[in-house]
T-cell receptor
């Protein structure tokens, strides 16, 4: 499958700080998704983006579908300890078969 | 609505042994996926089913891995014989047919091959 480059690999921040992470691809995607995975659990969908340029919010989370359709970013505002986890971007290409995942951004939040 | 169910949650086997994982998707979800997640990596697709037919198994190591979804509902993933590098979390996911977008994941089965 297509390779997604996710950065940063990890982040260690204090509670209340804002967080930004992004994902890039050499291929065009029709859909970008952001998932969060906590220890011992499967990934849980946070935000889905379906159109280039789309900006979508879900509480303190905001994500954008890049104009080129080759990138996306996720912002978390005013982080809290329960934001701890691994955040994955995933893209769905024209073939529409299955999601390609990035390697994840590990987020640690200290009180 | 009940989520995607998987069992067992954990499995430890020795190399060259066989192992099977079971998945029950969300009711009404026609599309089912098996992903392999190695520690520190994102999930990698192994196989995708649409009802009881295989849509994509291009990344399934067919010499040792097999999967079936005989009645278009439950699915089983088997590894025979297991290798050390098969140690990973095996995630099952499903989605409602016809809609591009998010998949609903199960909690995964953690496999350790010694």
């Amino acid at each position: 499958g297509q390779q997604l480059n996710q950065s940063p690999q990890s982040m260690f921040i204090q509670e209340g700080e804002d967080v930004s992470m992004n994902c890039t691809s050499s291929s065009i995607f029709n859909t970008w998704l952001w998932y969060k995975q906590e220890p011992g659990e499967g990934p849980v969908l946070l935000i889905a983006l379906y159109k280039a340029g789309e900006l979508t919010s879900n509480g303190r989370l905001t994500a954008q579908f890049g104009i080129t359709r080759k990138d996306s970013f996720l912002n978390i505002s005013a982080s809290i300890p329960s934001d701890v986890g691994i955040y994955f971007c995933a893209g769905l290409s024209n073939s529409g078969y299955a999601l390609n995942f990035g390697k994840g951004t590990s987020l640690l939040v200290t009180p | 609505e009940a989520g995607v169910a998987q069992s067992p949650r954990y499995k430890i086997i020795e190399k060259r042994q066989s192992v099977a994982f079971w998945c029950n998707p969300i009711s009404g979800h026609a599309t089912l996926y098996w992903y392999q997640q190695i520690l520190g990596q994102g999930p990698k697709l192994l196989i995708q089913f649409q009802n009881n037919g295989v849509v994509d198994d291009s990344q399934l190591p067919k010499d040792r891995f097999s999967a079936e979804r005989l009645k278009g509902v439950d699915s089983t993933l088997k590894i025979q014989p297991a290798k050390l590098e098969d140690s990973a979390v095996y995630l099952c996911a499903s989605r409602y047919s016809g809609l591009a977008g998010g998949l609903d994941f199960g909690p995964g089965t953690r496999l350790l091959v010694l």
